[in-house]
């Protein structure tokens, strides 16, 4: 079965500092696409960073990079000099290249200390 | 351009009654996701629809719900006779013609709960 495993439910990190979020999927497919959805408390999710699986290098957007380790099985979020309005959920995903059917973790809430 | 519209934001059913929730995707996109939300979890895959059919509707219960995507209006998931497990957020996600692996985007999702 596909699944995705966020371990962390919580987290928090002081402002200005850096925090990781970790995720491991499972899956026997080699060509896929990793994502992190942010949820903040307004509940609309949003895109934050994607990954395609045939790409070795890892995705950056900003503060946000990912560090994806394919035979691992692991994607995790690296936020770099946190803000406030990073305080949100942050969902993992992926989904098998040619389908259409995202499977989704079941999240980290992340808050961001003054 | 507006985003995915769900409407409505808050909806409070007693044991019994209909829920209908309604999602209008982007404009361009003709695939639209439903996703249900339960406390303190993931979102779980319902339903996949495009333009007047259903083409995944493995994670939806058999019974009771229904999910549509007619020709013209909204997507519509349908809800009948709902019970207090159906308490959740419903969100709704839209994405263009691709094959798969692209942004989904989603509306702000509808919370029903069921007195």
């Known amino acids: 079965a596909q699944t995705v495993t966020q371990s962390q439910p919580e987290m928090s990190v002081q402002e200005a500092e850096t925090v990781t979020l970790s995720c491991t999927y499972d899956?026997?497919?080699?060509?896929?696409?990793l994502f992190w959805y942010k949820q903040p408390p307004s509940r609309q999710m949003i895109l934050v960073i994607r990954?395609?699986?045939?790409?070795?290098q890892n995705a950056t957007e900003n503060r946000f990079s990912v560090n994806f380790q394919k035979a691992a099985k692991s994607f995790s979020l690296k936020i770099s000099d946190s803000q406030l309005g990073d305080t949100a959920m942050y969902f993992c995903a992926f989904i098998h290249s040619g389908t259409y059917k995202y499977i989704f973790g079941t999240g980290t809430r992340l808050k961001v200390l003054a | 351009n507006a985003g995915v519209m769900q409407n409505p934001r808050h909806l409070v059913r007693r044991r019994g009654q209909e829920a209908r929730l309604r999602c209008s995707p982007m404009k361009g996109h003709s695939h639209v996701y439903w996703y249900r939300q339960l406390p303190e979890e993931g979102l779980k895959f319902m339903v996949y629809l495009q333009k007047e059919n259903i083409i995944d509707e493995s994670g939806m219960p058999k019974e009771r719900f229904s999910a549509e995507f007619p020709k013209e209006g909204p997507s519509i998931l349908r809800i009948q006779q709902v019970v207090r497990g159906d308490s959740a957020a419903y969100f709704c996600?839209?994405?263009?013609?691709?094959?798969?692996?692209?942004?989904?985007?989603f509306g702000e999702g509808s919370r029903l709960t069921v007195l």
């Open positions: 996600a839209s994405s263009p013609p691709s094959r798969g692996g692209g942004e989904l985007f």
């Open positions: 899956t026997s497919e080699s060509n896929y696409y």
């Open positions: 990954q395609e699986a045939y790409k070795q």
